[in-house]
């Protein structure tokens, strides 16, 4: 059956192309500083927001048109398969993303759960064996539920911690199964409403229990996926543990976890937590923990997790210039965890929405490969830190002085001169990159 029937496979046209269902600027096989454009990228479609959405917000209820929706229970569940399948291949994306409860529904017990997801995988391999769409990562849902209200790896009752282990011990048997890249931890519900009824420290110490719990298994059943942590500081929980991705890296620190798990940053859940996208980008970075993307934005007038589909430029360009700058993602890739506004019900505008976001990553792939050649932000930074290579700049650098030396070298010292940070300028240099028509990235 076909779920698509008003689209045909989305092609590169190019930046003059007028047809809504064509890449403009994503083309899968040019090739930026080397490597092909696809490879740069690695887009993943979410399986939750495009297949399970219904546009249900906390005003109205779902309106989403999608014609898998004439089924239920497990004939829905498949139904969902084929059509993602046929998006995944009409899109000609290389990965996609999910959570169990995303691609099958729970039993009345565990063990029917199981049976139900075992079904659905199956079914998935079966597809998977002559489709080119791989899967990047899967993941337990443990906050939907009611059994996860008081969290899952945090909560005050031992059966949910229970439970919610043998949810991930089932979702690396299918990441393993399946050949996922990656397996993610997203701790929805891990963290408090208050600290009047909450023990803390149980519940840091719980959680590092259940992740060392989880490299045992992984390593006991030769699951090779690299685990992320997925940061985000609030909502649905008022305070989450893995805040962002300086509280996410001091826990892993404390509780000898580091060499085991990197991070998957999400775009608003990085504006959630006070940050930009790129801050959290390079704080994984610089500590060599960038494992995936989240790609989305949020609504700079809105305070909660809007999850757009990204189609801010600039943001897609600092994004790409911190993924650059890692040297790829490895393993991870861009996972498009977005969904269509409510007003865009229709089935068409979900290829209208993942073009958008593809279209954007290439510009933003594009313009920042340019900026890194260019050393644009390297020769200034460069200048700006030139102190710190001479002199007592060097001296404190490489660890040769001390406060005494310091402090003879202060009381000596006239005026200080500061220089400026040319910020205005460096925005201007990005604007007129992402403006150059000569540079063939026309926007």
Not at 84 to 104: G, Q, R, S, T
Not at 151 to 177: P, Q, R
Not at 352 to 370: E, N, P
């Amino acid at each position: 059956m076909a779920y698509f029937k008003n689209v045909n496979h989305i092609q590169y046209e190019g930046p003059t192309s007028k047809n809504p269902l064509a890449f403009k600027y994503y083309h899968p096989e040019e090739k930026i500083n080397g490597k092909a454009m696809e490879e740069h990228l690695r887009f993943a479609v979410a399986f939750w927001h495009t297949f399970t959405g219904d546009g249900t917000d906390p005003f109205g209820d779902g309106n989403m048109i999608r014609p898998w929706n004439q089924f239920k229970g497990m004939d829905l569940a498949k139904a969902r398969v084929e059509a993602a399948f046929e998006l995944f291949e009409k899109l000609n994306v290389p990965f996609f993303c999910f959570h169990d409860v995303d691609i099958a529904p729970e039993g009345g017990t565990l063990s029917e759960t199981y049976q139900n997801l075992d079904r659905i995988v199956t079914m998935m391999k079966e597809y998977m064996r002559t489709s080119k769409t791989k899967l990047l990562w899967n993941t337990a849902n443990m906050f939907t539920h009611p059994r996860f209200v008081h969290g899952a790896a945090t909560s005050c009752n031992a059966d949910v911690y229970a439970y919610a282990a043998a949810k991930v011990k089932k979702g690396l048997e299918i990441g393993k199964e399946l050949g996922t890249e990656n397996y993610v931890f997203w701790g929805g519900r891990e963290g408090y409403e208050t600290l009047l009824n909450t023990d803390t420290k149980l519940e840091l110490d719980n959680l590092a229990r259940f992740f060392h719990m989880a490299i045992d298994y992984a390593k006991e059943i030769g699951f090779t996926g690299q685990f992320l942590i997925e940061p985000k500081p609030k909502e649905p929980t008022k305070h989450q543990y893995d805040f962002d991705v300086a509280t996410g890296l001091a826990f892993l620190q404390n509780y000898g976890l580091r060499d085991h798990f990197k991070f998957n940053i999400e775009a608003n859940h990085a504006t959630l937590a006070g940050h930009t996208f790129e801050h959290e980008l390079r704080m994984a970075r610089i500590n060599g923990m960038l494992g995936s993307v989240d790609a989305n934005q949020g609504d700079t007038l809105l305070g909660w997790d809007t999850d757009e589909f990204p189609t801010d430029l600039y943001s897609t360009t600092l994004a790409m210039y911190e993924i650059l700058k890692n040297d790829g993602l490895g393993k991870g890739g861009l996972n498009f965890d977005a969904k269509v506004r409510r007003g865009s019900f229709e089935p068409e505008d979900l290829f209208y929405a993942h073009i958008a976001g593809m279209d954007s990553f290439a510009i933003g792939l594009k313009v920042a490969q340019r900026l890194i050649d260019d050393n644009v932000f390297e020769d200034l930074i460069s200048e700006r830190y030139q102190s710190f290579k001479e002199g007592v700049g060097r001296d404190i650098v490489e660890g040769n002085t001390d406060f005494y030396k310091l402090e003879a070298y202060a009381l000596q010292l006239g005026d200080i001169k500061n220089f400026s940070g040319r910020q205005e300028r460096l925005k201007s240099i990005i604007n007129q990159y992402l403006l150059d028509v000569h540079r063939n990235v026309t926007v």
